[in-house]
């Protein structure tokens, strides 16, 4: 099983298994009957994801879960209703709601996650499909072996597509299927299952090893290239077709909506329809997020992967200690400031609570990415600058240069590039130790062992394997190879220029526009607080109109706040995700950034807000 899968799934399969050992005895028929009626979608994704699971233990698994939640949402209800005085409206929203969803909420998730895993990771391999592809040619353009070919790409590759490759070795070896010729076509027809230009690539490739000359070959193996090139750029631009409306969605239902739920509260609460702390609590901090959260979750699973981030780790464990130290010391200096004697001094007593959680969330996310991301955007400038530099290389070594030469004559030419002065170093290692370039690169004290561009030591691996051949083929596969990663770098950015507008629109609403509206409301309510004190007559912090309670101000300034937090993370969370994908570091360091500024507006939006209104 691949890397990603074990994380995604081993704790699933564990329980999986778990309940169909304790409970799954005796129940042949039902086994039986599951893994027949089972669906195709359900077979193909434990296939996919190479988890050890049949169907009826999917099942099972749901079965049993649901009725536990359901049968502890049954218990949970009957204490509440012997201990907690409700009226119709509570029992329907705290007791009848929750046991009617959650359950089934259980079951659909329980049931479908293999597909969806299964789903991500084929989105996720989507960019990885034309790398994959060029690296089977250029091997076989070198030594036309099939074994050798999926043996150098499965080397070179990332993650899902890496795994996948060696199970077509790992297939002939564990003798399920008798030649290596027939593991490659079986597993060109389970892959072709999703991506037909994938399949009609593959095919392509295995057709021209059956070519009888070189001609021919060559032939065979760049239509290949062809095909899933251009597949993949027409799926790509279908799949960020797809995305616009959900995205708008995403937007108009988990931002718009609630931020004119909670600008209408004050104006609800003149009309005579009360809402209390924890329904408030409830529906603004936890259900809307929590909806918000699995959309744009739902949706991030439909993004075509791309070029992986660099894995980029700290030097020195010393480093992580002190944002984790910051954040606690912020926490611990802005939480006394909320204390009850002096909430009945400050309007908005309770905002350094919100101050504390924001800034120590803030203070880690970007002390703990500051140095990650600085290093993260010069591996990523690098790797835009490689497709050209390998264009010079390729075409200096056509003219019959070394690779030595080649390599110091690239990097003279693009003086003032990151990519420059790698290529020199590699130059100058090689001048002076007269070692191999395999050796210098890769060798026991190599200069890209410990590299975080996946992508340069995968290119330049390929440049290793292909300088061992004439100058002129050489020189032409690693040109090949640079119109291949100037392709997909642009495939990438185009992804990002269709959605810019939409991602701006989400940014700057969690930046300013959120934080304005929710303090103005806040504000507003803080202010009818004190006019219906005087109409009324009111004890406490909060009002009563209409025979019910309502909210205490300073309680609703937290609540929006906190509101307001949420919303930032999964805005943050979602537009990070679109531009870099699976780009960690970029996240927290963009979350850093952006919550002090939506907390400070927010506050200051309270605050001023209520002076002019008042």
């Known amino acids: 099983m691949n890397e990603l899968t074990n994380k995604s799934l081993t704790g699933y399969e564990a329980m999986c298994h778990g309940i169909s050992l304790r409970f799954g005895k005796g129940m042949g028929t039902f086994r039986r009957k599951e893994n027949s009626s089972a669906s195709k979608d359900l077979k193909n994704a434990l296939m996919f994801t190479s988890a050890a ?32 005085p409700m009226d119709l409206l509570s029992i329907v929203f705290y007791i009848l709601i929750p046991t009617a969803c959650l359950p089934l909420a259980v079951l659909s998730l329980v049931a479908t996650y293999p597909k969806m895993q299964a789903r991500r990771l084929r989105n996720k391999a989507l960019g990885r499909l034309p790398e994959a592809i060029n690296y089977l040619v250029m091997s076989m353009k070198l030594s036309p072996s099939l074994d050798r070919a999926i043996d150098f790409a499965a080397e070179n590759l990332d993650e899902p597509v890496a795994s996948a490759m060696k199970r077509i070795l790992w297939n002939v070896y564990m003798r399920k299927h008798h030649s290596i010729e027939e593991s490659f076509v079986s597993f060109s027809y389970e892959w072709g299952d999703w991506n037909e230009d994938f399949k009609r690539a593959l095919y392509a490739i295995r057709a021209a090893e059956l070519e009888r000359t070189q001609e021919g070959l060559n032939r065979g193996l760049e239509k290949a290239s062809d095909i899933i090139l251009t597949g993949t750029k027409q799926t790509m631009e279908t799949y ?125 996310m970007f002390l703990s990415a500051r140095d990650l991301k600085r290093r993260s955007d010069q591996i990523k400038k690098l790797e835009d600058e490689l497709p050209d530099a390998l264009f010079q290389l390729g075409s200096r070594i056509s003219e019959g240069k070394a690779i030595e030469a080649a390599l110091e004559r690239t990097s003279e030419t693009m003086k003032g590039t990151l990519i420059a002065a790698l290529f020199h170093r590699m130059a100058r290692v090689l001048q002076m130790t007269r070692t191999s370039l395999d050796e210098a690169l890769f060798g026991k004290s190599g200069i890209l062992n410990d590299h975080p561009s996946r992508i340069l030591r995968a290119t330049m691996r390929t440049v290793v394997e292909v300088v061992k051949k004439d100058a002129v083929t050489a020189g032409q596969t690693i040109v090949g190879l640079s119109n291949h990663l100037r392709d997909m770098r642009k495939v990438e950015h185009e992804i990002r220029t269709k959605l810019s507008q939409v991602m701006g629109m989400m940014t700057s609403t969690a930046l300013i526009f959120a934080p304005v509206v929710l303090g103005v409301t806040s504000a507003l309510y803080f202010v009818m607080a004190h006019v219906m004190e005087g109409l009324k007559g009111i004890s406490g912090a909060g009002f009563s109109f209409g025979g019910g309670p309502i909210v205490p101000f300073q309680t609703f300034t937290l609540v929006l706040g906190v509101y307001l937090f949420l919303t930032v993370l999964i805005i943050t969370y979602f537009v990070s995700g679109m531009k870099e994908g699976d780009d960690l570091v970029d996240m927290r360091y963009q979350i850093g950034r952006t919550m002090p500024v939506a907390l400070l507006i927010y506050s200051v939006a309270s605050m001023v807000g209520g002076m002019l209104i008042g």
Request: hydrophobic share 55%; net charge neutral; glycine share 8%.
């Open 53 to 84: 699971l049949e169907p009826y233990e999917v099942a099972l698994t749901a079965y049993i879960l649901t009725f536990a939640t359901f049968m502890v949402m049954i218990l949970v209800d009957a204490i509440l209703l012997v201990l907690v």
């Open 240 to 364: 960020t077709a797809k995305l616009s409306g959900p995205t708008f969605i995403l937007f108009a239902m988990g931002i718009l909506l609630p931020m004119i739920l909670g600008s209408m509260l004050p104006m609800m609460s003149v009309g005579g329809m009360s809402i209390g702390a924890a329904q408030l609590v409830l529906l603004m901090d936890v259900a809307i997020p929590l909806i918000s959260f699995g959309y744009a979750y739902s949706i991030l699973g439909n993004r075509p992967g791309t070029t992986p981030p660099p894995h980029i780790v700290h030097s020195s464990r010393t480093k992580n200690r002190y944002p984790l130290l910051g954040a606690i010391l912020i926490a611990a200096l802005l939480v006394p400031l909320a204390l009850p004697q002096l909430a009945t001094t400050f309007a908005w007593g309770y905002l350094p609570i919100l101050w504390a959680i924001g800034g120590a969330v803030s203070f880690y």
